[in-house]
């Protein structure tokens, strides 16, 4: 008689087991001469060696899947349990896929200039993504990131960017620290939702594998084995760019994403972005990604918005420079 104990690390039971237990009676059926306890995040299994090895093998190979799409389908237990399938064939995966949503949606660079990104990655360990709103430069980062993580190649996640609409002083606004900065931070975590299953994404904030914050809260760190994400950088003066540059350490990687035609400091000048990009541009291990309206996968709206302010600009600039003598 052989006795093994299966812990599920970073699994929510509740969504790996299925409602009233579906997916983990449809498993345990198939081993009919074990016994199999669950216990939260803990499985004991009892029976012949043979047995308890072949029930092993394709709970791992059934883990491995719910690590990627972030949740259990019949389809995959039927590939597994049924079909002795080591690894599940899913008709929606194809080599651009990013990560799976918690939903189960795929989630991929669409565009040229997120391909552009997502191919950068491998080579550069500081990359910068500039462009308009909605090009999805943040949530493409953000998808390297997680996916990063999946696959072990770093150890943390933090996501930072500048609280600039109180100055990062905060102490105005009512509430509780967090309260004070969920407001700035709140699409990091909407994207992050996207990614990974709500309780899954508690768990790693709790545990510090996830860390939102603002930009003020990096100084006097050194983030190794981790993947950064500065956003809305064009609200950065180029002493914080500094600061958070150097933040670099072991095993890093960096994404600097930013609009530089949304610059919320007091004067345009001040932003640090676009000083950064003409100082680091040339220099090797250092990529930058060009954004453009037609990257923007918004609203269709939303393209059109950014073309007719990119025009009242232009016209604007040139009838200052008309009136200059």
């Given at each position: ?20 237990n ?8 198939c ?6 306890v ?8 009892f ?21 990627k ?20 064939h ?5 080599g ?16 040229a200039?997120q ?5 950068l990655?491998g ?29 072990r ?11 600039i609409e109180a100055g990062?002083r ?5 509430g509780?620290m ?14 992050l ?5 709500v ?11 996830v860390?939102?914050?603002?930009l003020?809260?990096?100084?006097g ?53 676009p000083?950064?990009?003409d100082?680091?541009?040339?220099i090797?291990?250092?990529g ?22 990119e ?6 600039s ?8």
């Amino acid at each position: 008689m052989a006795e093994k104990i299966i812990v599920l690390e970073n699994i929510d039971p509740v969504s790996f087991y299925g409602v009233n237990n579906a997916y983990f009676n449809a498993i345990t059926a198939c081993f009919p001469k074990l016994k199999i306890v669950a216990r939260g995040g803990e499985l004991k299994i009892f029976g012949s060696k043979g047995e308890v090895d072949d029930f092993e093998s394709k709970l791992i190979s059934l883990i491995s899947y719910y690590h990627k799409r972030g949740r259990v389908t019949d389809d995959a237990l039927t590939q597994i349990y049924h079909e002795n399938a080591a690894e599940v064939h899913d008709g929606a995966c194809d080599g651009d896929t990013l990560v799976y949503g918690s939903s189960g949606s795929v989630i991929k660079a669409r565009t040229a200039n997120q391909k552009k990104l997502v191919a950068l990655y491998g080579s550069c360990d500081l990359l910068f993504a500039v462009g308009p709103a909605g090009s999805g430069k943040t949530y493409t980062a953000i998808a390297l990131a997680v996916r990063a993580l999946k696959n072990r190649e770093v150890r943390k996640i933090v996501l930072t960017r500048p609280a600039i609409e109180a100055g990062e002083r905060l102490g105005f606004l009512p509430g509780d620290m967090k309260e004070k900065l969920n407001p700035y931070l709140q699409p990091l975590y909407d994207a992050l939702n996207d990614m990974i299953p709500v309780k899954k994404l508690e768990k790693f904030i709790e545990d510090g594998v996830v860390q939102i914050a603002p930009l003020a809260f990096m100084r006097g760190r050194t983030l190794d084995h981790a993947f950064v994400i500065l956003d809305e950088a064009q609200n950065t003066t180029l002493a914080q760019m500094k600061m958070f540059l150097t933040r670099m350490g072991k095993n890093a990687k960096f994404i600097v994403t930013g609009d530089v035609t949304q610059v919320d400091l007091p004067h345009r000048s001040d932003s640090g972005l676009p000083k950064c990009l003409d100082m680091l541009a040339k220099i090797k291990g250092i990529g930058v990604v060009e954004f453009n309206r037609r990257d923007i996968i918004r609203h269709v709206l939303v393209g059109k918005i950014v073309q007719a302010f990119e025009k009242e600009e232009k016209r604007s600039s040139g009838n200052g420079a008309a009136a200059k003598p």
